[in-house]
């Protein structure tokens, strides 16, 4: 079996999900290949050719090279400015390279203007027609050369993000054409999402053979022959056939998960609980094993933790046992945050920064969420974790059915009192999943136009409706000369991925706004 990270997805750490099902194939004595399509197809497309038809286009293509090299080097998470430079230049070298108006193509995104992820029928046409993918002339060549070379009975893709889809289905196209006896599985977060539907009519018969919801191990150790029951499948993910090299970081990042599902798993609109996915937990000190062995085979720069809220239980016990990696991940606001000797040790043990999900600064608005969250506390935690050491990304959530613009205002202010505490912003507008017991209760409108949507646009039910909401970010909250300057720190395109390498780097974490202007006028005449 060989299993596949199509492209497009941000290319700075070895994808997880296909690591982890290798672990488990290595642990049953099966056979199993994986390949990440998504690194490597977008080197080729930036290898070019391009034509510099402009001056941007003539000066990026020069520095290729250069701007690869500096993103892997610690020197690109101590300038700001450079960074940005370096980021932008390889995004549009990608769009020049696509050479078409009607696709988008940056490092974390695909989008074609005229076949939609979330449209079926437009799916099977990016199948129908492989050749029309601008990823063809890579994965025409390299998935001929794996299949010739591996010979496998089977094919799987991981298809996680709405990014990915379409250019998953134009690699299945092609190996339907090009090796018809090739069984094709599908499965990945987003393929979970499309088969948790209250009706999954499986529009994709005769391109996909297999669909996988929910965690692969089982159905896949069973298609290898692997009898029920007798699997292993708390497996350590296996990075080593992945080029670690390649992946933009000044070093290699480390992501593991030691959950699925979420241990909160009460708010209102989530699609963990919208699902159905039960919360699983890999034992404490299992973690702990996985990580000591896996920083010593892969000598990773930084550990990210996946989990929805790294548990409490195993914080504590990285507090007490650091990995000798530095690490971040996603945290609930607990009452741990605000303890300053826990905050202490966690900063003590390699904690670089920690994911926050507030959402509002307005505690009713959070109550009617049943979110768990105290701002007091909330409050404290900022504090306590700025006073360790420890940076904090912070995530926001507007136009919920339950916020106003009042209470919008009170996000706005809660932020501005805590901009000192707050290293980075995330600002989310509200989208409303399609299904689920909250949805039922809306009067909902048709919001994107496709039979695989998982959002519905809905009436707001206090008038807060998504054009005001975008008003209120874009002219009042973003302008605000206490969270501009923060929104200003967020790295482009890698935004969390690489947040946290800006507050390990040595030299100024973000130039002051006459400094950036400043070092923005140099690299111009530079290049």
């Known amino acids: 079996m060989i299993l596949v990270h199509p492209p497009v997805a941000k290319p700075c750490e070895p994808p997880a999900g296909i690591a982890k099902l290798l672990g488990a194939f290595n642990s049953n004595g099966a056979k199993c290949k994986i390949l990440d399509a998504n690194i490597e197809s977008l080197r080729h497309i930036l290898r070019g050719p391009h034509i510099p038809n402009d001056s941007w286009t003539h000066r990026a293509s020069r520095n290729l090279s250069p701007h690869l090299n500096f993103l892997r080097s610690w020197a690109a998470y101590g300038h700001l400015a450079r ?98 006896g090739v069984k094709i599985v599908l499965g990945g977060g987003l393929v979970t999402s499309w088969m948790r539907r209250p009706s999954w009519p499986n529009p994709f018969r005769g391109l996909v053979d297999v669909f996988v919801d929910g965690a692969g191990e089982h159905p896949l150790l069973a298609m290898m022959n692997v009898p029920r029951g007798a699997e292993k499948i708390d497996s350590r993910p296996d990075y080593n056939t992945l080029p670690l090299e390649d992946y933009f970081a000044p070093g290699t990042i480390l992501p593991y998960s030691s959950s699925s599902g979420c241990y909160w798993n009460r708010c209102r609109f989530c699609p963990e609980s919208a699902e159905g996915n039960p919360y699983h937990p890999i034992p404490v000190d299992r973690v702990m094993s996985d990580l000591d062995i896996l920083v010593e085979k892969m000598k990773p720069v930084l550990i990210h933790l996946l989990d929805n809220a790294i548990p409490p239980a195993l914080m504590e016990k990285i507090a007490a046992h650091p990995p000798g990696v530095p690490w971040y991940g996603f945290a609930r606001i607990s009452p741990h945050l605000t303890d300053p000797d826990f905050c202490r040790a966690l900063k003590e043990s390699g904690c670089v920064m920690l994911q926050l999900g507030l959402e509002s600064g307005d505690q009713s608005v959070l109550d009617e969420m049943q979110k768990g969250i105290d701002l007091g506390r909330a409050s404290q935690a900022l504090k306590t974790l700025k006073k360790a050491g420890i940076a904090t990304y912070v995530y926001l959530l507007f136009g919920t059915p339950m916020e106003t613009m009042a209470a919008a205002r009170k996000t706005l202010e809660f932020t501005v009192r805590h901009h000192d505490e707050i290293r980075f912003l995330n600002l989310a507008v509200f989208n409303q999943p399609a299904f689920g017991r909250e949805t039922r209760k809306m009067e909902t409108k048709e919001f994107y136009e496709g039979d695989l949507t998982l959002y519905t646009n809905f009436s707001h039910p206090r008038g807060w409706n998504r054009n005001l909401v975008r008003q209120f970010l874009d002219k009042e909250f973003k302008r605000h000369p206490a969270i501009a300057p923060i929104l200003r720190r967020d790295p482009p395109i890698f935004t969390s991925n690489h947040a946290p390498f800006f507050v390990m780097a040595k030299g100024p974490e973000v130039f002051r706004d006459d400094e950036h202007k400043e070092e923005g006028e140099r690299l111009r005449n530079l290049f």
């Open 83 to 180: 960074y940005k430079r370096a980021v932008l230049d390889l995004n549009h070298l990608l769009q020049m390279a696509v050479n078409s108006k009607g696709l988008r193509l940056s490092l974390a995104n695909y989008q074609d203007l005229e076949l939609s992820p979330i449209r079926s029928a437009d799916l099977t046409r990016a199948a129908e027609r492989p050749e029309e993918n601008p990823f063809y002339p890579y994965f025409e060549k390299r998935l001929r050369q794996v299949l010739e070379v591996n010979t496998p009975s089977v094919l799987g893709f991981s298809l996680n993000y709405l990014s990915q889809a379409l250019c998953t289905f134009a690699m299945i196209g092609f190996i339907k054409r090009d090796c018809p």
